[in-house]
């Protein structure tokens, strides 16, 4: 599974891109407008430090627009994913960007038939969002499972990336599932590492460390 993180904040992609963290970014307008930077300016740096794809968004309603803008971001790096939302108009966006050899993310997929059209469309990568299908009462890993089922089913080269992950135990029935990447703010990743046990476990190997009286040091 390919960990993406979700987000503008430069230091903390240089922090789990040095650990191997980091697969590649996703961005959108509301996290570029987070990291209160130009796009062209932010989007280049992470470019320089993540060698994967960097998702970057249009912001167009039409694919026209989406095209323009998704050909004047591709020119920011080689590694640039233009994404373009989950539209009719983005379909055609996806279906012309892709031709031309670029990588696409369509983003803001809620149903199975959304992940289809977009496969069929050419996405190197679909987004179904697992958080915002949960806050409507609906079960956002049971969207990733049924496109799993039906891109296995007819061969579709389209990876599956998980959005909108809130929680650790998202990233864990995502990998069960078998999702192509995760996407997931600094945060969850890092979250990724703590248990319970964990602690209690390290408490106690420190108490009785300081009862040997010993230093490896």
């Known amino acids: 599974m390919k960990f993406f993180v979700d987000t503008a ?3 903390a992609i240089r922090e789990l891109n040095d650990l191997g963290m980091v697969d590649g970014v996703t961005t959108n307008p509301s996290i570029i407008l987070k990291s209160g930077r130009d796009i062209i300016e932010v989007t280049r740096e992470i470019c320089s430090i993540v060698s994967g794809p960097v998702s970057a968004e249009v912001v167009s309603p039409d694919a026209e627009g ?3 803008e998704g050909r004047k971001l591709a020119e920011i790096a080689e590694n640039i994913t233009v994404k373009v939302p989950l539209t009719w108009d983005g379909l055609k966006a996806c279906k012309v960007l892709s031709g031309e050899g670029k990588m ?3 983003t803001l997929c809620f149903s199975v038939n959304q992940a289809l059209l977009a ?3 050419g996405a190197t990568f679909i987004s179904p969002f697992i958080g915002r299908l949960d806050d409507i009462n609906l079960d956002g890993l049971e969207l ?3 496109i799993r089922q039906v891109y296995d089913n007819y061969g579709f ?3 599956i990336l998980a959005a909108s992950i809130r929680t650790v135990n ?3 029935q995502c990998a069960l599932i078998g999702a192509d990447v995760m996407t997931a703010p600094p945060s969850v990743i890092k979250s990724m590492a703590n248990h319970v046990l964990t602690d209690k476990g ?3 190997f420190e108490k009785d460390w300081a009862k040997t009286g010993q230093k490896i040091l």
Do not use: F
Request: hydrophobic share 50%; proline share 0%; charged share 20%.
């Open 144 to 146: 990733i499972s049924d």
């Open 202 to 204: 390290l408490e106690q």
């Open 119 to 121: 496969a069929k469309a």
């Open 170 to 172: 998202h990233v864990t």
């Open 157 to 159: 080269d389209t990876q």
């Open 9 to 11: 904040d430069v230091a």
């Open 66 to 68: 989406m095209i323009a």
């Open 104 to 106: 696409v993310n369509v």
